[in-house]
DNA sequence: CCCTTTAATTGAAGCGCTTCAATTAAAAAT
DNA sequence: ATTTTTAATTGAAGCGCTTCAATTAAAGGG
């Protein structure tokens, strides 16, 4: 493979020269960029990128750590954020380094899999995704000092660019639209205590009720415990609400999975989705539209996000000061038939 | 940040020592290497990726190109893969480099992001998926020698790794279990012909036909265009057979997405999936289980498949013989209950 | 105890680029 | 025509690692 040297040789400059044609055009006189210019042509050179990445000290690549639980290599969810982010990668000349791990991996371990690609300099930047409580990954980012985003919020009193969609705004909305239907019992089913946007997101659901003046019933909570298959976790979910004595008449699930299961238990206690019991599902997974009746959901800008995400990121990688780095957006309820008026 | 200098000087030692004692410790005294082990942990170093890659003139990365039309950004189906390709590369040590292209993009210019990768050495190798016909990104990769394994086969008489889903048995074995139900006039809609995959298909149907002696009637194949709305196009498709004069009773649906419009369609027109017309999906998307009726599908082991390229694709790299670099995997069908009895 | 093998370590030469001070060429000013 | 200014090019020094021939240290053999 023809290397900068080469390209010098055959066009009779120095590979400083070649290098300018290809860095800092504008500092080459016309006819012998031109020429070099035919030369790199002729030989069809390409500049080594690890030889490149390492004379700039960058390597113009973020990368993204995929938890890649049972749970999650189901969900669309993920595909529409990687077409944001790879998108914006494509446009502003990044390179997206995928890798996954397990969200049953040890937290330590997880956090070697950061520490490695940002001590090795593999990576100018990371996103980092589904941050829990008290989040290792972030604390050890910020003191190192590296350059990354976070896809959710964080409760941990440090600062750092973050990009999420506000679930406590969807919930209460959805609280508010049953609310408007005559509910006053809604039950919840939500994903584990451990990740900020479920906190967020029943946050959202209390908050609802209390702007509606409806009294919090801490019954009709349930919280589905981590590590469940999450359709099952789901189809428990909502026949424990179904045997209350006062079961909730609607009821609002935190996730398409979950959502799955609690149809299938819906349907095998007897009643029907929408005409019995009311169904709101947070994230509005293409299905829903399909299912008979067609669910009410919650629908998150995720392309978008990961648009927001990478861009945020190579931004700040590239040293441009952000306006705002601290994105909020706003999921939309989409509602459809899986909600009837109460009685 | 540390370097390999900075150990070398530390520990007394020369960098070759150091290098050594991180790629080869064999070959370092022992309490030579603890020393200087010592010392890495204390420093926290971490070698430099960019140039330990430019030293060794290799990246151990590989690289995936999706195909993000509007499309696929929906098919869970590269969820599934994209956790068997990390899943291996983070076994065997391997980075996975993604970037998207859109399909409208046209020809040249995706081939040109192949062409990048391969001349700047990025990567070690890739994966190529839904080969179309006369494959120019195939041709391209051959031609320049490059490692690179594609999901699907080619019809082009060049030799390169392969693995690949059965489509051919997958729709011949769809078509023998409704003929078993009595049906003779079995409606398909499939996939541009331009994709390989859609071509194997379509001849899995017209071989099972054969096999049960039905005669093949064209009237009975639709085929969806590309760049259209999937879920559109299996609308208008199975109105289009439904419309036909001698209509069918049963019909195979060539993807998830064709599927879940060929499931409109039918319910628009006043049918019943499962009982007054028989449905079969190539593709198990997981709400096929969850819809009412559940879907017979025949499913395809995509993860595995995921883990198969990377593995032979790493292998390759790594120069390991290999003993079968063709590979053919079986889908199967997964019986529910969206078909019945003709009659 | 000296000589031969073998083991351990060193030093320097790459790998292919970028960057920048220094040099040379060309243009502008006097 | 000479000096000053500006533009274009060069050359060499990195960037941080690997590799391997050459050297030195340790071990084994008689």
Redesign the pocket.
Known sequence: ????????RMS?????????V???P????????QRVLEVIKALN????L???N????RTDTIALIFPFSKRNRMEPYYTYLLAGITEICFQMNFKLLLSSCTTNINEKEELSIYAEYVESQAVDGLIVTTPKSCDERIKFLVETKQNFVVLGRSNISLDFPWVDIDGSYGMSEAVRYLSTLGHKRIGYIGTPNIFMFSRHRLEGYERGLNNCNIEFDPELVVEVSINEDEVEAGEKGILQLLRLNLPPKAVIVSGNQLALGVIKGINKFGYAVGKDISLICFDDAEWNVHFNPPITSIRQPIYETGKMLSKILIQQIKGVKIKDSHILLKPELIIRESCKKYG
């Open positions: 493979m023809a290397t900068i040297f080469d390209v010098a009779k400059v120095s590979i400083g020269t070649v290098s300018n290809l860095n800092n504008e500092k080459v006189k016309t006819e012998t960029r050179f390409h500049p080594n690890s030889a490149r390492l004379s700039r000290l």
